[in-house]
């Protein structure tokens, strides 16, 4: 694949919709296609170190907003079938009996192999959430910013 480029909006904030847009991301990378990832609002969620959570610097309702919320990819609930995480647990263990890889596992793939991951400035500044407190590849980007790079990809996909 000579200079392709795929664009992923991850908007979600879901383990089963993370899981698909990592999967695709990787095999794109696999592929040899330039890969950019574009976290806003909910899949921002899927980029929290939860090693590195922090309440300085935030407001009384950032840090509300920071502890009601995921603290990383695997604490992400399912998109369907949640059940208070039952569904999520029968989900990891029938991926455990196929050798499935978890979620993190995808992340960590594609921080290896190169994707470019990007977070919306409005999304981090509104949730009250400080780079520090993600991964370290994560550039944090404007919707501007984020446009140019979609209008020059050949494929976007919004999950």
């Known amino acids: 694949m000579d200079n392709k480029k795929v664009n992923i909006v991850m908007f979600s904030g879901e383990y089963d ?13 696999e592929l040899e296609a330039e890969v950019t990832m574009f976290f806003a609002f909910w899949g921002i969620f899927l980029l929290r170190d939860p090693e590195k959570l922090s309440s300085e610097d935030k407001t009384t309702y950032e ?16 998109s369907k079938m949640n059940f208070s995480g039952v569904g999520k647990s029968m989900l990891l263990e029938m991926m455990k009996e196929d050798e499935t ?3 993190i596992d995808f992340l960590n793939g594609a921080r290896k192999k190169g994707v470019k991951f990007y977070g919306c ?13 993600l991964i ?19 494929m976007q996909l919004f999950i």
């Open 136 to 154: 370290p590849e994560l550039e944090i980007v404007d919707a501007k910013e984020y446009l140019r790079d979609a209008l020059n990809s050949d």
């Open 121 to 133: 400035k409005l999304s981090l500044d509104v949730m009250g959430f400080k780079k520090e407190e």
């Open 101 to 103: 890889p978890r979620l």
């Open 17 to 29: 919709k993370a899981l698909a847009a990592l999967i695709l991301a990787n095999s794109a990378r």
């Open 63 to 78: 840090k509300m907003f920071s502890m009601m919320t995921p603290k990383g990819p695997e604490e992400l609930p399912l």
